[in-house]
């Protein structure tokens, strides 16, 4: 029998490892091509892998849990054992066509019971589930996996929980591999702080406008916006004045190089369940308000959902980053690699403002911009931040 080994392919851009976070599959399984077979974790989402082969596992090279390099041979198939079929073309991390005429057999369902582990002896857990064990200070060890794949569900956590059975160490110091997006966000952190020379400025604004201008846009379209959108919109004003901000750093044997670019791909920093991630919305420059607001809406539930793929990970020119959302005022965010600039916006809060020489309460949001000063200089960081502002206190005359 012929055997046909399937290596880790780059399921994004760049791509060059990722996670063994769960096998479907196991030696003597039959499977289809298209079947899928593994769950891996990569900086940016969790993809499940389908066979590119039909046949018999014979051999699974890479245990659950180990981080490989891209084209490192994972999966041994025997290719004699089952009549050879067409090979459908899938896009990898994107999932099967639907109209694929291979249909797996539906799954039996049966009561909840307990499942072998894994001969590893690591919990079988897809990531989200493991966020929930660490939020709730479970020991994933001592839950019973119920899982079709006999993985550990949410629904076992929290019988665990609800159980009083055993529980992570509190007092131990116990340590936790550093693995996944927040690896990622680690490596990246390090080389934005040893690469780019960061500032950052930050600017109060009274938001009476944005408040009403959300207000009017919810009703006029229909639709959910929020200030974030405004905000948004606010960037896409500013960069079309200072369009330095949305640039690239580049060091070439022949010298240092500057890419401005031509599109501006607006990334949104959003925690989801595997922590937090920065999809992109693309052309964020050719969006309008409602255009801008559904891309908002879209985005953001997909990444609450575990549902951003590595593509949507790729190719940001500038980010937004809504501290606000957590209760809080403001901070100096760090610049993602390759970006020239960051914002952060602040939670609306009433202060007290000044206006004609008195004092009235106003909404007030506090906005803080952190760029790359070899790119951006002083005056284009400031001109860009006080661009964002003013837009931001009067939004109805660029929405009207």
């Known amino acids: 029998m012929s055997t046909q080994v399937f290596a880790l392919p780059d399921v994004g851009e760049g791509l060059t490892e990722a996670e063994i976070v769960c096998w479907r599959v196991a030696p003597g399984d039959v499977v289809a091509i298209n079947d899928p077979i593994v769950d891996i974790e990569t900086a940016k989402a969790v993809v499940e892998l389908p066979s590119p082969f039909a046949g018999v596992v014979s051999e699974i090279l890479v245990a659950e849990g180990q981080i490989v390099a891209v084209g490192t041979p994972i999966l041994a198939v025997g ?33 909840p019971e307990a499942v072998k582990a894994p001969a590893s002896g690591r919990p079988r ?29 949410r629904d076992d956590v929290r019988r665990l929980v609800a159980g009083g059975g055993p529980t992570a160490s509190q007092g131990g110091g116990d340590r936790v591999p550093v693995r996944g997006v927040q690896r990622a966000m680690a490596q990246a952190m390090v080389e934005s702080a040893s690469t780019a020379v960061a500032v950052s400025v930050w600017k109060d604004v009274d938001v009476s406008g944005t408040v009403a201008a959300v207000e009017e846009l919810r009703e006029r379209l229909g639709i959910r916006v929020t200030p974030l959108a405004l905000a948004a919109l606010a960037v896409v004003h500013a960069v079309r004045r200072t369009p330095i901000v949305n640039a690239t750093w580049h060091d070439t044997a022949e010298g240092a190089e500057i890419e401005q670019h031509s599109a501006l791909h607006l990334g949104i920093a959003v925690a989801g369940p595997r922590g937090l991630v920065v999809p992109k919305i693309p052309d964020a420059d050719r969006l309008d308000a409602r255009g801008m607001a559904g891309a908002l809406v879209e985005l953001t539930a997909r ?48 202060r007290p403002w000044a206006i004609d020489g008195g004092l009235a309460v106003r909404p007030v949001m506090q906005l803080s911009l952190t760029f790359d000063h070899r790119i951006v200089d002083g005056q284009q960081g400031a001109v860009f931040l006080s661009d964002v502002a003013s837009f931001l206190a009067a939004p109805e005359a660029a929405l009207a």
């Open 79 to 111: 290719s004699d054992a089952v009549e050879e079929q067409p090979r459908t073309p899938v896009l990898i991390g994107y999932g099967v066509m639907e109209d694929h005429a291979h249909t797996p057999a539906p799954a039996q369902v049966s009561p």
């Open 125 to 153: 857990a897809k990531p989200p589930v493991r966020a929930l064990a660490r939020e709730l200070g479970v020991d994933l060890g001592a839950a019973t996996p119920t899982g079709r794949h006999g993985d550990i569900t």
């Open 303 to 350: 990444a609450r959902e575990d549902r951003i793929t590595p593509a949507d990970s790729l190719g940001a020119t500038l980010t937004i980053t809504n501290i606000g959302v957590f209760d809080v005022d403001g901070g100096t965010p760090i610049l993602p690699p390759g970006q020239a600039a960051i914002l952060a916006t602040g939670r609306i809060i009433d």
